[in-house]
């Protein structure tokens, strides 16, 4: 196992678009994270999986994006009718609670919706 | 949202000094964590310490936690070139309310120079 993989690694959109993100994790992980970032700050988290289940959802999460985990295994983050404020990093992340060793995270999928 | 501020936002030093950074953050945690993230990468794993824990050490990297003043510390000590990154504490609530949902901090932008 390589680590947390996440393709594409560079996605040029125009505005209104559908875009797919896929993450593939590690795979003794149970827990699956989304995260955002833009530039010159912090992730911030719009949701996570544990196994198939999704658990949480952030507000920052509209109804254009919808994340799935079929099977507990890879992901994917779809953002339909994309806008420019979609524009950012979109980085996946699993972990396995309890272990101590915290997140481990893809490189991350940059969007820049045009 | 962010949960964390790290302080200071930049920071430029030469190759050989220590660099501190610190993090304060508003809610009760279970663990902080330290990440790393190389310019437009994802974030890498540094530390965890546990609420219960004061002080953690691990190579160059030495983190405090006081959780009466909700604020950790982290430090390098004889910094070099390849330390360039920025740093980000982050939270976990802990337990099942929480998911192991990690907030990050604003982040600290660390310049080691030759």
């Known amino acids: 196992d390589t680590g947390v993989s996440q393709n594409p690694r560079h996605k040029i959109t125009k505005r209104g678009q559908n875009v797919t993100f896929r993450c593939d994790p590690i795979s003794e992980h149970n827990r699956l994270y989304w995260y955002r970032q833009t530039l010159g700050q912090g992730p911030e988290f719009l949701t996570y999986?544990?196994?198939?289940?999704?658990?949480?959802k952030s507000r920052l999460l509209s109804d254009r994006f919808s994340a799935e985990r079929p099977k507990g295994s890879f992901s994917t983050l779809e953002i339909q009718r994309t806008e420019q404020g979609d524009s950012a990093m979109y980085l996946c992340?699993?972990?396995?609670?309890?272990?101590?060793?915290?997140?481990?995270f893809g490189s991350g999928t940059r969007l820049t919706v045009v | 949202s962010q949960q964390g501020e790290e302080d200071p936002q930049a920071l430029s030093i030469q190759e050989g000094e220590n660099a501190t950074m610190n993090c304060s953050y508003k809610t009760s945690i279970n663990n902080l964590q330290w990440y790393r993230q190389n310019s437009g990468r994802g974030l890498v794993h540094l530390i965890l310490?546990?609420?219960?824990?004061r002080e953690k050490h691990s190579g160059r990297l030495r983190v405090t936690l006081d959780t009466s003043k909700k604020s950790s510390s982290l430090l390098i000590t004889a910094s070099r070139a390849a330390d360039t990154a920025s740093y980000f504490c982050a939270t976990d609530p802990g337990g099942t309310g929480g998911g192991n949902k990690l907030t990050f901090g604003t982040g600290t932008q660390l310049k080691v120079e030759l």
């Open positions: 310490i546990r609420s219960n824990e």
């Open positions: 999986f544990q196994n198939e289940a999704q658990l949480e």
């Open positions: 992340a699993s972990s396995f609670p309890g272990t101590g060793y915290g997140y481990t």
